[in-house]
């Protein structure tokens, strides 16, 4: 009974593929992000959606595309993968976009561990 | 750009003594703050948070301290258990910030608690 599932959580595909991760939360937040955990281990934010409208979109390739069908999901399709794009992705769902304030803060996925060969 | 950091990369305490994990930031806009444990494998759990208006939280064995001047918070871990080696990472957030109010994190430290 996942709180925030993704899947796949290991990716393995060749330079120039396109590929999907899915991400789905049952905990009823309005609010869902992708964050990027690089070989260096730095978590970064990729984007937000908030109600199925994206509030965030930091500076991320044109080749990364969320999508959210409704609020309980938020999909990232990449396009032409580089060998770059290698890293952990986490998916996470917070109660208001107000990063969770006054409350538990996110709650994350256990992560999509992608591999560019 | 890190606004976020962790500068001790790994810590090893022994059981029932203190760990004492540190976090600095730069952006002057963040006024609430988090920790996250992370298990290999696993997305980070939240640990405890402090708004800015307190210096102090404290939940069981977890107490985070935060001291605004100098832009540093800290969280203890007293006693230590072994179930506590983890890496933990500090997050923060505050309007007018880079994303809004999404959390920036540090890189993490990893704690590892010896019997």
Not at chain 1, 53 to 81: G, M, Q
Not at chain 2, 48 to 58: F, G, L, T, V, Y
Request: net charge positive.
């Amino acid at each position: 009974d996942t709180a925030v599932s993704q899947t796949p959580k290991y990716l393995v595909t060749q330079m120039g593929n396109d590929k999907s991760i899915k991400c789905e939360q049952n905990l009823g937040h309005d609010t869902m992000y992708w964050y990027k955990q690089d070989s260096k281990k730095f978590l970064k934010i990729m984007f937000s959606y908030n109600n199925k409208e994206l509030i965030i979109n930091e500076t991320v390739p044109n080749r990364f595309s969320p999508k959210s069908p409704d609020k309980a999901h938020l999909n990232l399709h990449i396009n032409s993968l580089e060998l770059g794009d290698s890293a952990v992705y986490f998916c996470a769902s917070s109660q208001e976009s107000k990063g969770g304030r006054g409350s538990y803060g996110y709650t994350f996925g256990s992560g999509t561990r992608l591999t560019v060969v | 750009d890190q606004q976020v950091k962790q500068n001790s990369p790994s810590l090893s305490v022994q059981e029932g003594r203190i760990s004492i994990l540190n976090c600095d930031y730069t952006n002057s806009m963040f006024d609430y703050f988090l920790w996250y444990k992370k298990y290999p494998a696993e997305g980070p759990t939240f640990l405890i948070s402090i708004s800015s208006i307190k210096d102090k939280n404290e939940d069981g064995r977890f107490t985070v301290f935060l001291n605004k001047s100098a832009k540093h918070l800290s969280l203890h871990i007293v006693p230590s258990q072994p179930g506590d080696s983890a890496v933990y990472f500090c997050a923060a957030s505050g309007e007018g910030s880079n994303s809004g109010y999404a959390l920036n994190f540090g890189k993490g430290t990893s704690l590892l608690v010896t019997p």
